[in-house]
């Protein structure tokens, strides 16, 4: 019997370690559980992303472990607090790898900490699932054992870059970010996009995202004839910080950019709610609804599970949840496979991935490519139509 995805994440008689393979593959020795490392942001600033992304992998571990396991080898999840601090995730990358001795790690979820960590998991050859966009993280031949499940930068500042110009129409852009690792990163390459295809960047900044007050800053931007301000940061306290000043403001400008623009937290941090209007986050087809409020099938599908199991979405961005679930399932299907947790074997199999169909979006792999997911699912989202962590797209799209 194929596994069936359904079967392995919600206990049907397809499950994994209940089903078998049509083809033959080594058993798995031993009976100790397959520990899969997590490099996450519990606490800090940019804490918004790990708790969809948990939720998912929490979700998905459970499912596996409750139909038997891989082969009746149970999933352990070994989970680190970076707190979004690079030093704090080479810490706990180092402990994952020598003294705990984990078969994979999944994260770290920013990049920051990820062009930290990234090359001491290369020099280990574990295998290693990421959801960060500085182009630099998938090198295959620098770091072959580096996968990435969602959009790169690039494909999210094209994305971000075509609604500016061509929906919105705006040529004048402010465009900042946090001052972390990624924030500085993907700044400079928008900057650099923006201006190569002909748009003004009026202010650049990156800005301390525990700053108290935005008033200087949002203050600078006017001033200097802003159109659109380009978002890039994880923080949502700082975002939130900036829609309420541009009310205070009375100032018309749309915001876009990074999906935690989106985030369910900043519900609960602007001042009104008409202070999230007019904001622009990315986001994905398999996550946004029609005019009707239909998500694709596959993503009905998965709301209605995780509402059965009680996993909150009016928080969170289900792309989070979705990507978390995806990536347990890809470990899992990769060790089911290639028959052992042998690094090795792990990363051969994700090399032979083709549209595998995961909850997020369809994951293509090949020894010379990692940067798995699609670019034509990347689309843009009205940041304050969240429901279930799904969005309706943003103005403009047919």
């Not at 900044?205 to 700053?211: C, F, K, R, S, W």
Request: glycine share 10%.
């Amino acid at each position: 019997m194929v596994i069936s995805r359904r079967g392995v994440l919600f206990g049907s008689a397809g499950a994994l370690g209940a089903a078998s393979f049509s083809f033959p593959a080594p058993a798995i020795a031993g009976s100790e559980p397959i520990r899969i490392g997590c490099l996450a942001a519990i606490t800090g600033p940019a804490s918004a992303p790990t708790q969809g992304f948990n939720r998912g992998v929490n979700f998905a571990v459970d499912a596996i472990n409750g139909a038997g396991g891989v082969k009746g080898r149970k999933i352990e999840l070994v989970m680190r607090d970076t707190q979004g601090d690079p030093s704090k995730a080479v810490n706990a990358t180092q402990e994952l790898i020598s003294q705990q001795k984990v078969h994979a790690i999944w994260g770290p979820l920013n990049s920051g900490e990820a062009l930290a960590t990234t090359p001491i998991m290369a020099r280990a050859k574990i295998p290693n699932i990421h959801p960060c966009v500085v182009e630099t993280l998938i090198d295959t031949s620098k770091f072959p054992n580096a996968f990435r499940m969602a959009p790169s930068n690039s494909q999210w500042d094209d994305a971000v870059r075509n609604y500016c110009l061509n929906i919105l129409k705006v040529r004048k852009l402010a465009v900042i970010g946090d001052t972390t690792g990624y924030g500085v990163t993907a700044v400079g390459a928008s900057v650099a996009a923006f201006k190569k295809d002909g748009a003004e960047v009026v202010y650049q900044a990156n800005i301390d995202a525990t700053q108290p007050d935005m008033t200087p800053d949002m203050l600078r931007m006017k001033n200097a004839g802003t159109e659109a301000i380009v978002v890039w940061t994880v923080s949502t306290g700082m975002e939130a910080l900036m829609f309420n000043v541009r009310a205070a403001m009375n100032w018309d400008v749309p915001f876009v950019g990074h999906p935690s623009l989106s985030s369910g937290e900043i519900a609960g941090l602007v001042e009104k709610p008409e202070n999230w209007k007019k904001v622009y986050a990315i986001g994905y087809k398999s996550c946004s609804y029609d005019g009707s409020g239909k998500l694709p099938p596959r993503s009905e599908e998965l709301v209605a599970r995780l509402t059965k199991g009680n996993i909150a979405l009016n928080d969170t961005l289900l792309w989070w949840v979705a990507g978390g679930i995806d990536v347990i399932e890809l470990f899992a299907k990769a060790i089911e496979v290639s028959g052992s947790t042998d690094a090795q074997g792990i990363i051969a199999h994700l090399n032979t991935l083709n549209k595998y169909p995961g909850y997020f979006g369809d994951y293509t792999f090949t020894p010379a490519q990692h940067n798995g997911y699609p670019t034509d699912e990347v689309v843009m989202s009205e940041a304050s139509t969240a429901k279930n962590g799904t969005f309706a797209l943003a103005p403009g799209y047919s």
